[in-house]
T-cell receptor, first 115, second 112 residues
Framework: RKEVEQDPGPFNVPEGATVAFNCTYS??????FFWYRQDCRKEPKLLMS???SGNEDGRFTAQLNRASQYISLLIRDSKLSDSATYLC????????????????FGKGTKLSVIP | DGGITQSPKYLFRKEGQNVTLSCEQN?????MYWYRQDPGQGLRLIYY???????QKGDIAEGYSVSREKKESFPLTVTSAQKNPTAFYLC???????????FGPGTRLTVT
């Protein structure tokens, strides 16, 4: 059975802190990995794609460790606006770009950034 | 503005009634998807369609039906056979050959 497991959270951190989330996936042949952000009662929005050895976008860094089958998301200098649930998403079918209908979503990790 | 629209935002129905949720996109995406999200749960795939006039069942298709008569539209019908229809329903789309999916704002369906 396809599984994507995330830290259960919630993470409550002060403004300016650095916080890291981890996610593990079950299929070693998976090729595509993503982090989505979901605000309360809203739709998920793509935050970052993680395709090879990792990806960085401003304060956000995503890392992929294929040997251990986990992905991490690091947020530096946390802002109040970073408060949301972060979803780890994996294409578990072992191929990339052939149709993403087999995306598997983790249950999410809730982050609250406190003033 | 390009994007995905879902309507209505909130929907209330009585048990035993079928209800159709709308999803429209003007992104010229080939693939479209329907998911449901329950509190504390990950998104679960209901149906997906990669081209017009073709669609496939996802993990939890029982009690749902879809059609894909136009590239930009992928309506979902929640039938009376769906045992627990109350949920947050999300429609998504993606370009052919690309894994990233983009979501509409969702419809919250409550069945009493």
């Amino acid at each position: 059975r396809k599984e994507v497991e995330q830290d259960p959270g919630p993470f409550n951190v002060p403004e300016g802190a650095t916080v890291a989330f981890n996610c593990t996936y079950s299929n070693s042949a998976s090729q595509s990995f993503f982090w989505y952000r979901q605000d309360c009662r809203k739709e998920p929005k793509l935050l970052m794609s993680v395709y090879s050895s990792g990806n960085e976008d401003g304060r956000f860094t995503a890392q992929l460790n294929r040997a251990s089958q986990y992905i991490s998301l690091l947020i530096r200098d946390s802002k109040l606006s970073d408060s949301a649930t972060y979803l780890c998403v994996v294409n578990e079918e072992g191929y990339s770009g052939a149709g993403s209908y087999q995306l598997t979503f983790g249950k999410g990790t809730k982050l609250s950034v406190i003033p | 503005d390009g994007g995905i629209t879902q309507s209505p935002k909130y929907l209330f129905r009585k048990e035993g009634q079928n209800v159709t949720l709308s999803c429209e996109q003007n992104l010229n995406h080939d693939a479209m998807y329907w998911y449901r999200q329950d509190p504390g749960q990950g998104l679960r795939l209901i149906y997906y369609s990669q081209i017009v006039n073709d669609f496939q069942k996802g993990d939890i298709a029982e009690g749902y039906s879809v059609s894909r008569e136009k590239k930009e539209s992928f309506p979902l019908t929640v039938t009376s056979a769906q045992k627990n229809p109350t949920a947050f329903y999300l429609c998504a789309s993606s370009m052919a050959g690309v894994d990233e999916q983009y979501f509409g704002p969702g419809t919250r369906l409550t069945v009493t």
